[in-house]
């Protein structure tokens, strides 16, 4: 069962290119979220979707967004990478917004130069 | 705003003995606590939960236990073992009509010593 996969699994980045981060689910989970994670800051939400047509914006959602056309997709763009957007970024989707149980990726590494 | 506090940071622990990873939280309308291990190079994986209404569950040598009066939740782990090496974050779920807010710990890195 291949659950969510992400990526692409490492990338650099020059500053100012735009990036997407692209992640899949097989699990038609109606929920999905974007998570940076960054050394000492724990786990930190950047965007989410409850189900297929919405998104909203979380913790974190200056210089990203997302779009979710069907319920497999969750992409997660950069327009223009900054450096401090330098982290590991984990997809994760939940089999209802309100269930609080979230399934991970394995991550994607992103370095912006 | 809501806010989880996770401690240690760091945690090393001799193979055998207990570990212990304490947490607490601000929104005392939370109602779901999971807890994730993640693994070098790989993303947080749930290994055990507990809902506001039960305030102690184990699943072999993992128990979580739950005080809402002081709003704590620690993570018990005994007879530790190698494999249990890693980043353990807690979290904090408000889970309402169509949607949940879920607040992370920042996490504490396990060493087992052999």
């Known amino acids: 069962t291949a659950g969510i996969t992400q990526a692409p699994t490492s990338q650099i980045l020059a500053a100012g290119r735009s990036m997407t981060l692209r992640c899949t689910q097989d699990m038609r989970h109606n929920a999905m979220y974007w998570y940076r994670q960054d050394l000492g800051l724990g786990l930190r939400l950047i965007h989410y979707?409850?189900?297929?047509?919405?998104?909203g914006k979380g913790e974190v959602p200056d210089g990203y967004s997302v779009s979710r056309a069907n319920t497999d997709d969750f992409p997660l763009t950069l327009a223009s990478a900054v450096p401090s957007q330098t982290s590991v970024y984990f997809c994760?989707?939940?089999?209802?917004?309100?269930?609080?149980?979230?399934?991970f990726g394995e991550g994607s590494r992103l370095t912006v130069l | 705003g809501e806010n989880v506090e996770q401690h240690p940071s760091t945690l090393s622990v001799q193979e055998g003995d207990s570990a212990v990873i304490k947490c607490t939280y601000s929104d005392s309308a939370s109602n779901y606590f999971p807890w994730y291990k993640q693994e070098l190079g790989k993303g947080p994986q749930l290994i055990i939960d507990?809902?506001?209404?039960?305030g102690e569950k184990k699943d072999q040598r993992i128990a979580v236990t739950l005080n809402k009066t002081a709003k704590h939740f620690s993570l018990h782990i005994t007879e530790t073992q190698p494999e249990d090496s890693a980043v353990y974050f807690c979290a904090a779920t408000l889970s309402y009509s169509s949607a949940s807010k879920i607040i992370f710990g920042s996490g504490t890195r396990l060493s087992i010593r052999p």
């Open positions: 994760a989707s939940s089999p209802e917004a309100d269930t609080g149980e979230l399934f």
């Open positions: 979707s409850n189900t297929a047509g919405t998104t």
């Open positions: 507990i809902r506001s209404n039960v």
